[in-house]
């Protein structure tokens, strides 16, 4: 952003983002902004202002941090939902919109905790034929244990799939190709003893292969995908790898990998963070007092505050401190978490919240292109200089087309006749 003189002459000539509102002093640069900020409907926006972020991260900073933008802030706090960011208008309907959208973890899978009498029910069981609506999503995610000579290899030891109704297709041990060297128990729960009689490699990747084809052709699916099955998972990528497995990059839906649900700099969250920001959230009886008092009482109100929040860290720490028992009944009763690999991990835990994830973010109905808008191809990169000099910054922005592709999109493909 152009620094300088504020002087109201100055600021009059300036240009302004229409999407992030960022100002210029030369239209140049204002054209130059637009060309690499890619700003486009499918960004995360803030409800009131309708400031265009580049990640969700960004628009919670816009809302919440340190450098809020103050009026944004009040109304959003009084009437936002700070997992999915809407804003309604009265607090009856925000009350009632966060009964559904704060979740919390879904019962275990039944088949979570693996030991030598499940051995046979849990090895490659398709337990239901996936009949997902339309395009169909499916999500997956492996645990692996380590292997080779020197341990470096992550072999395949489970792997669970899911449909969008988080129903189990496909739960399996895997057994390993190669001498394993580490179970990584306390993360996997996983012995020799699981994997002995487990399913070989080969055939799980079929079954598997299988269900994400659905009947379909392997041109078809390289083509458009046809009615073969997206996949869903965090860091697919890594998933593939350790079940030697390919999927087209264009079938994959991947929370590690996409652009508004990853930090400002474009590294990925952690899968349990994404789940606690997202899906459920962290709200402590004590910050909610303090919420009060400050929206009802003066300064004094604000010192009384701050030795709340001082308290709740303390709090906070003891916590930590506790033993699990103690510790669960205290989140029971004070503080409502959806918190995921706390423990030994369970890929269906897992399953759920990425496939959460994606159906929470593929549901952005406000995500409305301006009619004629749709079909202009290129974006601001096929037009010369000079005739985006002529164009007002509202025209330069419906020229502007995104970076990524956006999930809203895969539910629009559904809706379509
Ligand atoms: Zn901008
Ligand atoms: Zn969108
Ligand atoms: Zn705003
Ligand atoms: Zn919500």
Redesign the pocket.
């Known amino acids: 952003m152009d620094t300088g003189s504020d002087h109201p002459e100055t600021l009059a000539r300036r240009h302004k983002c229409p999407a992030c509102f960022k100002q210029f002093k030369r239209k140049e640069h204002l054209i130059e902004h637009l060309k690499v900020s890619y700003h486009s409907v499918h960004q995360p926006k803030c409800g009131v202002c309708q400031k265009h972020c580049k990640t969700y991260e960004s628009l919670h900073e816009h809302l919440t941090g340190p450098l809020r933008k103050a009026c944004c802030s009040k109304i959003f706090s009084d009437l936002g939902?700070?997992?999915?960011?809407?804003i309604f208008d009265n607090p009856n309907s925000l009350t009632k919109?966060?009964e559904?959208?704060?979740l919390s973890a879904p019962a275990p899978s039944g088949i979570a905790m693996p030991c030598a009498e499940s051995q046979e029910k849990l090895s490659g069981v398709v337990v239901k034929n996936h009949t997902g609506r339309g395009h169909g999503a499916v999500a997956m995610d492996c645990e692996m244990v380590s292997g080779g000579d020197n341990g470096s290899l992550n072999l395949c030891a489970r792997v669970c799939l899911i449909d969008e109704d988080e129903n189990i297709i496909f739960h399996t041990h895997v057994r390993p190709q190669f001498p394993i060297t580490n179970y990584r128990y306390d993360v996997t729960g996983l012995t020799e003893e699981h994997l002995k009689d487990a399913m070989a490699l080969n055939e799980v990747r079929d079954k598997i292969l299988q269900i994400l084809y659905n009947g379909e052709s392997v041109e078809k699916l390289r083509l458009d995908g046809g009615k073969a099955r997206l996949l869903v998972g965090h860091d697919l990528e890594h998933d593939l790898d350790c079940l030697r497995m390919n999927y087209p990059e264009h079938m994959l839906r991947d929370t590690a990998k996409y652009f508004p649900l990853m930090k400002t700099n474009l590294v990925s969250h952690s899968l349990k963070y994404l789940t606690r920001t997202y899906l459920g959230q962290v709200t402590s009886v004590l910050v909610l007092f303090c919420k009060l008092i400050l929206s009802n009482t003066g300064k004094l109100a604000i010192l009384l505050a701050i030795i709340i929040i001082i308290l709740d860290r303390i709090c906070n720490l003891f916590w930590g401190l506790w033993n699990y028992q103690a510790h669960k009944i205290i989140d029971q009763a004070f503080v409502h978490r959806y918190d995921i690999q706390s423990g030994v991990h369970d890929p269906y835990e897992d399953c759920v919240a990425v496939m959460r994830l994606y159906k929470r973010f593929s549901c952005q109905l406000d995500h409305v292109e301006e009619i004629g808008t749709q079909n202009i191809t290129g974006g601001l990169e096929s037009y010369m200089s000079k005739e985006l000099m002529k164009m007002s910054p509202s025209e330069l922005y419906a020229m502007s087309r995104s970076n990524y592709r956006c999930w809203c999109l895969d539910s629009r493909k559904i809706m379509q006749p």
């Not at 939902?81 to 809407?86: G, I």
């Open positions: 939902c700070s997992l999915c960011f809407k919109h966060k559904g959208c704060c």
